[in-house]
């Protein structure tokens, strides 16, 4: 869709729908739907940045609160640890280096 919505800015909805097909091959319906899509939201979707595995030693009481918030929210651990760094780390920086 990210695709469409750069060639939107050239091109007209069914040059675009033509480029798709070529570029992706892509039938005419599928690209009819990305340039749908791409009209709708001209901001495109994020793209997630790429994971690493960063290994950790933690105490298994905090591994075992992290699963458990990980289940009832119904997401994975590593969502839940990147969550919660994310937080740690923006309060750190809205407070000047300030952990506590």
Known sequence: MNR????LAGLSP???VRALQAEQRLSERQARRYVNAAIERPGGLAVPERTVVFTVRLAPS?????RAVARSRGVSLSATVAEAVERYLGH?????GSAG
């Open 4 to 7: 469409a919505v750069a060639l």
């Open 14 to 16: 069914a040059d675009v």
């Open 62 to 66: 905090l591994i075992g609160r992290l």
């Open 92 to 96: 750190v920086e809205r407070h000047g």
